[in-house]
């Protein structure tokens, strides 16, 4: 008696659901097993390819574009991951003006892995979660911003201010953001000089914040109204140059921020923040408490990137643990050598 192909007797349904979990180019490799899988993939509602090579990447662009179009209904989740060359950067537009078109799209991820990539980023009504890694984005003129976007990351990308400002506004939902703004690019009309970077965040429903400021973008963050905010992790990138103004230009930018969040109850720090303070040079006195009180604050997590703490920079760390009178835990954890250490303060 010869073999039973159970797979192929199930229900169509199951076996687009069995699809669902494989890479998208694997899932089209199914249609060669027979008559009854040949355009099964063409229903599945989530697409994910990674094409990491350089070569993977330059040879599957133009047949991963006729796979998009080959979808019957709408796509719900694409995730992409890719190297694209000079040579073919406008297929990443092609692809997302497909998914525009068959509409429908709930998530969309998309990391050009260390090479911007310049878009311009349709008003996807339907988009719940955007993640953008490496991206030089743009908005349209006539960007209705996303109605239904709770989750908004942000990781290394270049945009002009007044876009990423656009991108807030325009999505009333937001429950979580993360940013980290790798260039502020400037607008067509700014005067001579003029790098705007302020960003402003007016979200009723914001959860939770994660902000990287940088010496190099100029980055400047500013909560007018996030009633429901609980969480922030605030970071400095590393400063390679170091120069003057820059610490103290994001030393400022960060001791503005504290009164804005000074009623969430998780905070998350890395080191680099305490270093950019204002009072963590050695020759600057250290106050006893922060100007602004977390009364609310039950969890604070310093993330240490150096090999040692010196006396100021621990003369900084318990002026804000002074600034927390009902802290419950703080956690410091060294991520170059030393184990994570927990530290209980009731």
Not at 317 to 342: G, K, T, V
Request: proline share 5%; with cysteine.
């Amino acid at each position: 008696m010869g073999e039973v192909d159970r797979i192929s007797d199930l229900p169509e349904e199951i076996k687009v659901t069995i699809l669902s979990y494989l890479p998208t180019t694997d899932a089209v490799r199914t249609s060669v097993i027979s008559r009854s899988w040949r355009h099964l993939w063409t229903f599945l509602t989530s697409l994910h390819a990674h094409l990491d090579s350089y070569r993977q990447s330059i040879g599957s662009t133009e047949s991963f574009g006729r796979i998009l179009s080959s979808f019957r209904g709408p796509i719900r989740h694409f995730s992409l991951r890719c190297f694209l060359h000079d040579s073919n950067q406008s297929c990443l537009q092609h692809f997302l003006e497909i998914i525009f078109r068959k509409c429908g799209l709930w998530a969309l991820s998309v990391n050009c892995m260390h090479l911007p990539v310049s878009v311009q980023l349709p008003s996807f009504r339907s988009l719940r979660d955007l993640h953008f890694e490496w991206i030089d984005i743009s908005l349209p003129s006539d960007f209705g911003g996303f109605e239904q976007l709770t989750s908004l990351k942000l990781h290394s990308v270049w945009i002009s201010q007044r876009d990423v400002q656009l991108l807030i506004d325009g999505s009333k939902k937001l429950m979580s953001i993360e940013l980290s703004i790798e260039h502020f690019k400037s607008p067509e009309d700014a005067a001579p000089g003029e790098r705007p970077s302020l960003v402003c965040l007016n979200c009723p429903l914001l959860n939770s914040l994660r902000f990287d400021f940088t010496e190099k973008n100029e980055a400047q963050l500013r909560i007018i109204s996030a009633p429901c905010l609980e969480s922030a992790h605030i970071t400095a990138g590393t400063m390679v140059s170091r120069t003057v103004e820059g610490l103290i230009r994001v030393g400022a930018a960060t001791l503005n921020l504290m009164p804005d969040i000074a009623h969430i109850s998780h905070l998350s720090l890395n080191s680099e923040v305490l270093e950019c303070l204002p009072f963590s040079d050695v020759e600057a006195p250290v106050p006893h408490t922060l100007p602004v009180h977390f009364r609310q604050l039950r969890c604070l997590k310093l993330i240490d990137q150096t090999c040692y703490m010196d006396e100021t920079m621990f003369r900084v760390l318990c002026c804000f643990l002074r600034s927390m009178p009902f802290l419950e835990n703080f956690e410091l954890q060294r991520e170059m050598a030393d184990p994570l250490m927990n530290t209980r303060r009731r």
